[in-house]
C-alpha cells in the first residue's frame, strides 16, 4: 500500500520519527531532519550527507510552529 509519509524521516536512514527520536536541522537553507543514530555521522563527516540533502526529498519540510 503507498501511503502518504506523515512521519518525518531521517534524512541519511530514512527512518521515522515513529522508531527514533528525529532532531531538525537546517543545511544549505534546507530544513530537514536526522535522527540520533545519524547525529555522529553528521558531526564527523558532514560531506557524506551533503548528497543527501542534494538529493533530499522536499515533502518532507520541518514543521515550523512559528505564530
Ligand atoms: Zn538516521
Redesign the pocket.
Known sequence: MESENKFKV?I??N?DESIIPLVAITFAQQPTW??T??LPTLIHEPQHLVEKFKSMDIDNPVDRQID
Do not use: E, K, M
Open positions: 531521517c541519511s536512514c527512518r536526522i535522527c543514530q545519524c
